[in-house]
């Protein structure tokens, strides 16, 4: 079976633009999860989605959003990008029966 | 404010010694601890996980002990290899529909040949 599969890797923008990044869950995992992790803060949830609805979210301003698709494919938008957004981002995703949250190798994001 | 408390930040062990990562929490409503290895370029991936009514869980040279009462939890790798030289998470989950850990800060993990 395939693992989560995350694009883009590596991505550098500037202050003020935005960006989206894209998550393919393993086959049959109906639940998402993304997180930032950088050095200092360590890896902080952002949300989660299942089943195409948002089940949680984390302590971060409205300019981090998510959705997720029917085929359970999720992408999340930072929009008006700050310097401190710089980190990676990563997704996981959850079989409904295991608790195990199984990750892809998450983007880097840098921004200048 | 740090939920998951973990510690030492960095550890050097040398081959066949043994490895101690302590974590200690604060919310009594969680019920799921895990502890992921990440290797550099890589996402973190499950090692071992415990639930609180187990006070201790082996697989393999890895070993998760577990203080409810005094709310913490510690990961013990035995004869420590190269090849674990990683960064190490403790993390928590409060129970119900709910899938968002609580993370450690990690552990940079090196073991000398």
């Known amino acids: 079976k395939a693992g989560v599969t995350q694009t883009p890797r590596y991505l550098i923008k500037t202050r003020g633009q935005q960006v989206t990044l894209s998550c393919s869950p393993i086959?049959?995992?109906?639940?998402v999860s993304w997180y930032q992790q950088t050095p200092g803060q360590g890896l902080q949830f952002l949300f989660e989605?299942?089943?195409?609805?948002?089940?949680n979210k984390g302590n971060f301003p409205g300019r981090f959003s998510g959705r997720q698709f029917s085929n359970s494919r999720s992408e999340m938008n930072v929009s008006t990008l700050e310097l401190g957004d710089s980190a990676l981002y990563l997704c996981a995703s959850n079989p409904d029966w295991e608790e195990t949250q199984y990750f892809g190798p998450g983007t880097r994001l840098l921004v200048l | 404010q740090q939920q998951v408390k973990q510690s030492p930040q960095s550890l050097i062990v040398q081959k066949g010694g043994i490895s101690i990562i302590n974590c200690a929490y604060e919310n009594t409503a969680f019920d799921y601890f895990p502890w992921y290895q990440q290797f550099p370029g890589k996402g973190p991936a499950l090692l071992i996980a415990?639930?609180?009514d187990v006070s201790e869980k082996k697989e393999g040279r890895f070993t998760i002990s577990f203080n409810k009462s005094a709310k913490q939890f510690s990961l013990h790798i035995m004869d420590s290899q190269p090849g674990d030289s990683a960064t190490y998470f403790c993390?928590?989950?409060?129970?119900?529909?709910?899938?968002?850990?609580?993370w450690g800060l990690g552990t940079s993990l090196a073991v000398n040949p």
């Open positions: 086959s049959g995992h109906r639940s």
């Open positions: 415990i639930r609180p």
């Open positions: 989605y299942f089943s195409e609805t948002q089940r």
């Open positions: 993390a928590a989950r409060r129970g119900g529909n709910n899938r968002k850990l609580i």
